[in-house]
C-alpha cells in the first residue's frame, strides 16, 4: 500500500518544540519533493516547507523561517519537520505530501501535483 504516514504532534507549550515525521511506506520518498502544509480550524490549508527531490533545496514559510527546519533521511525513507519556538498561531493539523514541486515565490507555495498525502497529525501549542 502506498501512502505517507505522520507522526510527532502532540500538545506543548509556547516556546517550545516538536520534530514531525513523514514516513513513506510502499514507494521511494527520495525520488519526490516533499511539501509540510497546515490547516488551522477555520482557515484553509497552507504551506509551511519543502523540501526538493534532487539537491535537497528548502523552502519555508515567512511566518516559520529560522524557527522551523526541514530535513530528509533517505535511508529511513523518512522526511523530517523541526520546529522550534513555537507560536500558539502554529497550531493546526499537519499534512505532508509528495509532490512533484518545491518552489516558494512572492509568499505562496507551488508544489504541482499532488501524488500522496499523509493522514495529518495535530499539533497544538498552548500554556
Known amino acids: 500500500q502506498l501512502q505517507l504516514v505522520e507522526s510527532g504532534g502532540g500538545l506543548v507549550q509556547p516556546g517550545g518544540s516538536l520534530r514531525l515525521s513523514c514516513a513513506a511506506s510502499?514507494?521511494?520518498?527520495?525520488?519526490?519533493?516533499i511539501g509540510w502544509l497546515r490547516q488551522a480550524p477555520g482557515k484553509e490549508r497552507e504551506g509551511v516547507s519543502c523540501?526538493?527531490?534532487?539537491?535537497?533545496?528548502?523552502n519555508y514559510a515567512d511566518s516559520v523561517k529560522g524557527r522551523f527546519t526541514i530535513s530528509r533521511d533517505n535511508a529511513k525513507n523518512t522526511v523530517y519537520l523541526q520546529m522550534n519556538s513555537l507560536k500558539p498561531e502554529d497550531t493546526a493539523v499537519y499534512y505532508c505530501?509528495?509532490?512533484?514541486?518545491?518552489?516558494?515565490?512572492?509568499?505562496?507555495?507551488?508544489?504541482?501535483?499532488?501524488?500522496?498525502w499523509g493522514q495529518g497529525t495535530q499539533v497544538t501549542v498552548s500554556s
Open positions: 523540501i526538493s527531490s534532487s539537491r535537497g533545496g528548502t
Open positions: 510502499g514507494f521511494t520518498l527520495e525520488h519526490y519533493a
Open positions: 505530501a509528495a509532490v512533484r514541486l518545491c518552489t516558494y515565490y512572492n509568499g505562496s507555495f507551488y508544489y504541482g501535483s499532488y501524488d500522496y
